[in-house]
């Protein structure tokens, strides 16, 4: 099963909007390198399904689900 996925297939899967995540990601609701990521060479953000259905259920994060070297 995939963690990460492209913004667009999340989109697909999930019913939210590209605005939607953004949002949360600026507002912090959503953490960079957790929930979402921009990984170097792509052009696309990709969003990380667990830790978003860690978001969704009202947990933090269990791991760091694929954080780069594992900063914070």
Known sequence: MLTWVRLKRYCELSGDTPAAV???LKSGRWLRDI???RPEGSEELWV???AVNDWAA???PTTDH???DGRQ
Do not use: I
Request: glycine share 20%.
């Open 48 to 50: 990380n399904l667990d």
């Open 22 to 24: 953004r949002g949360r």
């Open 35 to 37: 929930h979402a990521r």
């Open 66 to 68: 694929g954080k780069p």
């Open 58 to 60: 009202g947990r933090l």
